[in-house]
């Protein structure tokens, strides 16, 4: 399985970035695919995903409003849109996929069950997000 995440870059505060995961081997629309994020001197987050289940969405709350993710399973790739970006935004941004009975069984862990790092299968190598003040 390859995840190849793209689209990172430098941007000025305010302005916008379009990520973009493209997935290899593996069945893209049984697999739930998300964000995550790591920012200088912190754990790696959650950023936003998509439930393979039921297309549901979910978004850190923190980022609602300015994130937006979306998936095209016949090209087997995720997409975040980020706009109004902030500094605070700066980090190396993962995409991961998880087996579509592994999101039915981190349910248990609550609202937050998709931020669990350690229930997602395969991660990307990451890419790369600054913005500048």
């Known amino acids: 399985v390859q995840l190849q995440a793209s689209g990172g870059g430098l941007v000025q505060t305010g302005g916008s970035l379009r990520l973009s995961c493209a997935a290899s081997g593996l069945t893209f629309d049984d697999y739930t695919i998300g964000w995550f994020r790591q920012v200088r001197g912190r754990e790696r987050e959650g950023v936003s995903c998509i439930d393979s289940n039921d297309g549901a969405t979910y978004y850190d709350d923190s980022l609602k409003g300015r994130f937006t993710i979306s998936r095209d399973n016949a090209k087997n790739t995720l997409f975040l849109q980020m706009n109004n970006l902030k500094s605070e935004d700066t980090g190396v941004y993962y995409c991961?996929?998880?087996?579509?009975?592994?999101?039915?069984?981190?349910?248990?862990?609550?609202?937050?069950?998709?931020?669990?790092?350690?229930?997602?299968?395969?991660w990307g190598q990451g890419t790369l997000v600054t913005v500048s003040s």
């Open positions: 991961a996929a998880q087996y579509k009975f592994v999101s039915e069984g981190s349910k248990k862990h609550g609202p937050a069950w998709w931020k669990v790092t350690a229930d997602w299968d395969f």
